[in-house]
């Protein structure tokens, strides 16, 4: 039987605070720090933006799409990755975007998410999952589930982490057996804000496990009003680093083989395994 891809599912504690930016990020690095094919799924059923985020205003194949092959269960590996966006910076990374029919967002059932994570598990060497920030969702409840990562998305804002954590994470996610000591959590810092609770405090309010900080700038801002998201994330000074600490963390957590092929090059990091096996020690 082959191996299936790691999962990793991003979820927001409140709409519309950095999650698919976030997600997004994520799946860029890990894209860019592993030689394997990354799939990035859109599970947004109601209120997909990435598409507009880079620059695809009318995105030929989305989740809505793949709703005849969902339904009777012939969705294949093939046929996914077929209907996945690449980007020309970044072709081993592979976006489905999300529902663009906001009606269609009734319809999806448990039975069709599972055949999506099942085809997308055998078509990619690792799977990014943004389910947004709803739970009245098979898409959340499933890709929350089926997920061996699950990465929270909060901000230092006191209503975020603690009456919105508490609701989902602390009580509706329980219900589903995940307990909230099984996320990550990651803290969107907005460029206009200073000060706010610190990483400590709010993981220890949520019971969640720190992950790292995701930093925005405004010429991040431009970039999701430009379409080109992507490039902020390949060219920004902040844009390179987002998400690199947390990408790094998923790859090593899930033993992805392949991980860091420019960095095994470099003959600081050959030594560096030379001494850590113990070869030329005293």
């Keep these: 039987m082959n191996r299936r891809a790691p999962i990793a599912a991003f979820i927001g504690t409140t709409p519309n605070i950095g999650t698919t930016t976030a997600a997004f990020a994520a799946a860029y690095r890990l894209a860019e720090l592993a030689d394997i094919e990354v799939g990035y799924l859109c599970l947004n059923l109601k209120s997909a933006k990435l598409h507009r985020f880079l620059g695809e205003d009318a995105p030929g194949s989305t989740l809505d799409r793949l709703q005849p ?9 093939n046929r996914l990755r077929g209907a996945a966006y690449t980007l020309g910076g970044r072709r081993n990374l592979h976006i489905l975007f999300g529902n663009l029919n906001r009606e269609g967002a009734e319809y999806v059932g448990s039975d069709e998410i599972d055949h999506l994570l099942d085809a997308a598990e055998q078509a990619y060497g690792f799977v990014v999952l943004d389910v947004g920030a709803y739970w009245d969702n098979a898409a959340t409840i499933c890709g929350i589930r089926r997920a061996g990562s699950r990465v929270l998305v909060t901000t230092p804002a006191l209503s975020h982490f603690q009456e919105d954590g508490r609701r989902w994470i602390g009580g509706v996610s329980p219900l589903f057996e995940v307990q909230p000591s099984q996320y990550d959590c990651v803290i969107v810092h907005y460029p206009w804000r200073r000060g706010g609770y ?3 405090d709010i993981c220890k309010e949520l019971g969640a496990v720190p992950m790292g900080k995701f930093r925005m700038n405004e010429s991040m801002f431009a970039s999701l009003d430009k379409g080109s998201y992507d490039e902020w994330l390949s060219t920004d000074s902040a844009g390179k ?10 790859l090593e957590r899930h033993g992805v083989r392949g991980a860091f092929p420019s960095m095994a090059r470099q003959p600081w990091y050959r030594r560096l395994n030379v001494h850590r096996n113990g070869v030329g020690s005293s």
């Design 69 to 77: 092959e969902l339904r009777s269960a012939s969705l294949t590996p």
């Design 198 to 200: 610190r990483m400590n």
């Design 241 to 250: 680093a987002a998400m690199r600490k947390q990408a790094t963390k998923l």
